[in-house]
């Protein structure tokens, strides 16, 4: 898969998050807030793309997600920002790329972290070895998020949420579920993420990728490190999961919706199955199914 460069993905990141910025943006927790942060969950994550519309359409259809969009007047022009909820509760925002930068087949998918200080973050971030993208903005409503890359040239948000982050409970179908970043030096990366955002990093045992690592916080595991696929066009990079009720179901339907599969579901043993999927924008997801009651706890 092809991908922007630094400069370039900066430019489409500060131009995009602005244009959602200066929107009246719905809090994290709209239907019940909690007023409590979990530091070092995934709590959101925007996709920043060319045809937010076309890219409504197809995660609407393949997760019936509800969309509500934003327009925000600019000297520019008009420019949307959609909302996607699961169940009422945000969960996404869809932005549109700078017209500069628009190419239909680079889009992508940026998640953001919980933490108690973005400031903190990023000079955390950039002390390790990372750079910012977007500097700390505070947002009506939503509260305080920024992006940065790290030194492999992956790149993060990072969020302190003025109404509190989602509880924590199991995902429900629809909801973000795991987060998987692909690494040349795993361990050196784990490092990195323990200074900026304080997740903790354990060896991951579930043999899925040998040298992986699991990211932890607050006694949940959130996300893993694995080292980068031996391929020519491979780069390090988020992959976001999205728990499906069928996940061959699911990737049936993302093509009949105008995506491709990039990774086919397995009928492989294991507590989960997955696939990855491109959206009609280019953008790369992960899909998972749970075998049970699974609660992403982190095992002792």
Known sequence: MATMS?????LVLCGAVALAGAADLPPLSDTTPTGEHFPGKFIWADLFTADPAAAQAFYTGLFRWEATTIEQTTSSGTHPYIVAANGGEPVAGLARLPSRTQDPGHGRWVGYVSVPNVAKALAAATAAGGRVLFPAKDLPQRGTQAIFIDPEGAELGVLHSSSGDPGEYTPDVGDWTWAQLFARDPATEGGFYSSVVGLGVLPDARGDHPGALVLTSGGYSRGSVAPLPP?????????????????????AKAISLGGRVLVAPSDAPTEYWRAVIADPTGAVIGLVQLQGPTQFKEQP
């Open 6 to 10: 630094a400069k370039i993905l900066g």
């Open 231 to 251: 391929r020519p066009q491979a780069k390090p990079g988020w992959l976001l999961f999205v728990r499906v009720a069928d996940v061959k179901a699911a990737a």
